[in-house]
């Protein structure tokens, strides 16, 4: 059973554009979570998804980002314009649904140049 | 408002012997601990849980220890090894109803050999 799934791995963008994290849940798990990492600190959380809702987005800044989770398909967390403070490690979390057990992927390391 | 913190950003221990990973944890109403490592690159990785109702969880060489009267959570590693060098993280589950999980700032543990 493969674990949870984040490409790319490493992402660099120029300021203004756009970054697109995907993480792909494991097998029978139907709940996504992000966090946000910079470098020595803890993760922060941004956003939990089930499939087709946003249920928490309390830690997601309220412009440029966004999040999805199709019904097909894996979880999109969506950076618009951006600026150097974006880079971070960016982990996906998924869990099976009414599990507080969550599983963490590799992370997508973004800069921003 | 919520927060959870550690008391030793960094500990270094001598193979062989016990480690012990200290945190604190504000929110009293919080039902549920979790603690992560995290190896450099990689995703938090679960190591064991406890919940509110018990005061002590052990696994293979690791135990959690929960105080509510003092909202303190340790992680006691025994017979510490190399392969156990990383960045531990206390985690607690908020109260929003959703299964969004607060981290701390988390402890970098050092074996030396």
């Known amino acids: 059973n493969a674990g949870v799934m984040q490409n790319p791995r490493h992402l660099v963008r120029r300021r203004g554009q756009e970054a697109r994290l995907r993480c792909s849940p494991m097998?029978?798990?139907?709940?996504v979570y992000w966090y946000r990492q910079l470098p020595e600190e803890g993760l922060k959380f941004m956003v939990y998804?089930?499939?087709?809702?946003?249920?928490?987005e309390s830690g997601m800044p309220k412009e440029r980002f966004s999040a999805e989770f199709p019904k097909e398909g894996p979880s999109i967390l969506r950076i618009q314009q951006v600026v150097r403070g974006d880079s971070a490690a960016y982990f996906c979390?998924?869990?099976?649904?009414?599990?507080?057990?969550?599983?963490f992927g590799p992370g997508t390391r973004l800069t921003v140049t | 408002g919520e927060s959870v913190g550690l008391h030793l950003p960094t500990l270094s221990v001598q193979e062989g012997d016990n480690s012990i990973i200290n945190c604190a944890y504000s929110n009293s109403a919080s039902d549920y601990f979790i603690w992560y490592k995290q190896e450099s690159g990689k995703g938090p990785q679960f190591i064991i849980d406890?919940?509110?109702?018990?005061d002590k969880r052990q696994g293979q060489r690791v135990t959690v220890l929960l105080n509510k009267t003092v909202k303190h959570l340790s992680l006691q590693i025994a017979a510490t090894q190399p392969g156990d060098s990383a960045v531990y993280f206390c985690?607690?589950?908020?109260?929003?109803?959703?299964?969004?999980?607060?981290f701390g700032a988390g402890t970098r543990l050092f074996v030396k050999a």
């Open positions: 998804l089930q499939k087709e809702n946003i249920i928490d």
């Open positions: 985690a607690e589950k908020g109260d929003t109803g959703g299964f969004k999980t607060i």
């Open positions: 979390a998924s869990s099976r649904e009414r599990s507080y057990e969550q599983y």
């Open positions: 406890i919940r509110s109702n018990m």
């Open positions: 097998k029978g798990h139907s709940h």
